[in-house]
């Protein structure tokens, strides 16, 4: 698998319904980002966890990190119509390796 | 809260034609970045650039690309003559740290090339 793959790669949930996705790397990183795309529209940062980290919470953004397993997973709790998006991972390297190396993404489908 | 802007949103031109896409990164943000993403693909990197000069690039930043920083507050993207493989969506980010902290992207420019 590619760095930063995805699964699954399409979700669709029934609003108010918990969504998880999970993000598969394979080189080592310094930090781990999950980023939001509407259709056809810009990226939005969501939220980002260190390699030094094993969990972070934003709102209703829960992160997990393992990076021993090189894997990541975002849950998306009490969602909303609005949560209607794809949804991906970044990596970012070490020092001489920053760029962002963005996953495959999932796209998230919530149901009113 | 700060923003990426870019311009313009949506850009048509013809195959073989320059085109120019500009950006204004955040204005403390020292790291600047380009990303393309192709219809229904992922996201990849372009180049990145600090200090007046491009800090690293991808395969796909052939000798058809090139970026500058005219003044203090412009980034732009030029490819010099497009083909229609270059339609795709162009995002341009920046960072104060090297992305360690995080980017912040542009709402993108959509380029078509026919």
């Known amino acids: 698998s590619q760095q930063g793959e995805e699964d699954p790669q399409a979700l669709s949930i029934q609003e108010g319904e918990n969504a998880t996705m999970n993000c598969s790397y394979k080189t080592s990183i310094n930090n781990l980002q999950w980023y939001r795309q509407n259709s056809g529209r810009g990226l939005v940062h969501l939220i980002l966890i260190r390699s030094n980290e094993r969990e972070k919470h934003s709102g209703r953004l829960r992160v997990t990190l393992d990076t021993s397993k090189k894997s990541s997973s975002l849950l998306i709790t009490a969602s909303r119509a609005a949560d209607t998006a794809s949804y991906f991972c970044a990596t970012v390297g070490g020092f001489g390796n920053e760029k962002l190396t963005f996953g495959t993404g999932t796209r998230l489908t919530i149901i009113p | 809260e700060p923003e990426v802007t870019q311009t313009p949103s949506h850009q048509v031109t013809q195959m073989g034609q320059e085109v120019i896409l500009r950006c204004v990164p955040i204005s403390n943000h020292l790291y600047f970045y380009w990303y393309r993403q192709i219809l229904g693909q992922k996201v990849e990197f372009l180049v990145s650039f600090y200090n007046n000069e491009i800090s690293e690039k991808s395969e796909i930043f052939d000798d058809q690309f090139s970026v500058e920083r005219p003044d203090g507050s412009n980034f732009t993207l030029k490819i010099r003559s497009t083909k229609l493989e270059d339609s795709a969506m162009y995002f341009c980010?920046?960072?104060?740290?090297?992305?360690?902290?995080?980017?912040?992207f542009g709402s993108g420019t959509r380029l078509t090339v026919v």
């Open positions: 980010a920046s960072s104060r740290d090297r992305g360690f902290s995080g980017y912040t």
